[in-house]
């Protein structure tokens, strides 16, 4: 059912929750996971993967960190780290990974913040054929 299933994450507390229910559903559904983070501050958006900064340094540490995490139980996963905007990424790794299912925390904003903010999932979701799982972090 789910052979690829693309795992966003951000670096925040809110990726416990979807961490947690992947591991369920790719049990599951026997699937492989592609762990993506994708690394928007100054430096990864001017150099893409050429840029050096604490925080891409510290974003492969967790996603290594999160995909050890998944390979100890059984779960095959891979990390990947992209850089730039982040719904434009994930849209790009879709494709590119042809995932059969995104699977995304939202931080539950409302209206206004949704509109200020920019809603990474929203776009996400209106901007590709694969199902998307949303799951609020609490």
Same mark, same amino acid.
């Given at each position: 059912? !789910?052979? *690829?299933?693309?795992?966003?994450?951000?670096?925040?507390?809110?990726?416990?929750?979807?961490?947690?229910?992947?591991?369920?559903?790719?049990?599951?559904?026997?699937?492989?996971?592609?762990?993506?983070?994708?690394?928007?501050?100054?430096?990864?958006?001017? !150099?893409?993967?050429?840029?050096?900064?604490?925080?891409? *340094?510290?974003?492969?540490? !967790?996603?290594?960190?999160?995909?050890?995490?998944?390979?100890?139980?059984?779960?095959?996963?891979?990390?990947?780290?992209? !850089?730039?905007?982040?719904?434009?990424?994930?849209?790009?790794?879709?494709?590119?990974?042809?995932?059969?299912?995104?699977?995304?925390? *939202?931080?539950?904003?409302?209206?206004?913040?949704?509109?200020?903010?920019?809603?990474?999932? *929203?776009?996400?979701?209106?901007?590709?054929?694969?199902?998307?799982?949303?799951?609020?972090?609490?």
């Amino acid at each position: 059912m !789910y052979e *690829t299933i693309l795992v966003t994450l951000d670096g925040t507390p809110s990726d416990r929750a979807i961490i947690e229910h992947i591991k369920q559903l790719a049990k599951l559904a026997q699937s492989r996971l592609v762990l993506l983070h994708v690394a928007d501050g100054w430096a990864a958006r001017t !150099y893409g993967p050429d840029a050096v900064s604490p925080e891409i *340094t510290e974003d492969t540490a !967790y996603l290594e960190k999160v995909r050890a995490e998944f390979e100890s139980i059984g779960i095959p996963a891979q990390a990947e780290l992209a !850089y730039g905007e982040p719904a434009e990424q994930i849209i790009k790794w879709v494709e590119q990974k042809r995932c059969d299912l995104v699977a995304m925390s *939202t931080h539950g904003h409302r209206f206004l913040a949704d509109i200020f903010l920019g809603a990474t999932a *929203t776009r996400v979701r209106h901007s590709i054929s694969a199902p998307v799982l949303l799951l609020r972090a609490k």
